[in-house]
């Protein structure tokens, strides 16, 4: 827990720190970002997330690990508690994509309930860009929790069967994070597991969960 504190507390010192509204913000044009203005609003005007001193809010730049801690501790101090810390601490640089975004959603908020095969199926078979398989990985893939691939005990009658653990884990994290409106896939019903997360997209996310406290 000391190395996650001393983490955010490094990275709130290069956070941006000027505080605006989304019409304020030079880049944020309302047309692109028609659908991130009010997150991006509401979320500044309470401090979770700011722009920068030249105003502008960099919509479009990647959220690291970092970042999404920090604003994660904003939102709900303590939230991160049950984050691996070697995971943070790891090059806490990298910029996070939605899967990866996902997972570190459902470590700081777990599900309050235990989905059932046929609830997950009916989630996860509604997501298109994200592998469903039967039995095991046998190589193909690397089976973690971060792999956007997942992985069934048995497929009957419709439904996908998780016997391991692990496996439920992936395919509830992925069903209770979309039931609860953290995040979601497009029309086309695309996840988009592996694109990267920008700033605009994060505060939506972040709306959304200040919205279930």
Known sequence: ?????????????????????????????????????????????????????????????????????????????????????????????KGLNRWEVMMLLSEAYPATKRYSDAEMTKTVSAIKDVKKSVGSANGKFSDSDWTPVLIADEYKNGVYIFWADFDYHKASVLTDIITRGFMSANAAGQFLPKQPVTRAEVATILYRVKQTQ
């Open 1 to 93: 827990m000391k190395k996650i504190s001393a983490l955010i507390l490094s990275g709130a010192l290069l956070l941006p720190t000027l505080s605006a509204s989304a019409a304020s913000f030079e880049d944020v044009s309302p047309e692109k970002y028609s659908w991130a203005t009010a997150a991006i609003s509401d979320m500044t005007d309470q401090g979770i997330i700011q722009g920068y001193q030249d105003g502008t809010f960099k919509p479009s730049k990647n959220v690291t690990k970092k970042e999404l801690a920090i604003l994660l501790e904003r939102i709900k101090p303590g939230s991160t508690y049950n984050i691996n810390p070697t995971y943070l601490a790891t090059d806490p640089n």
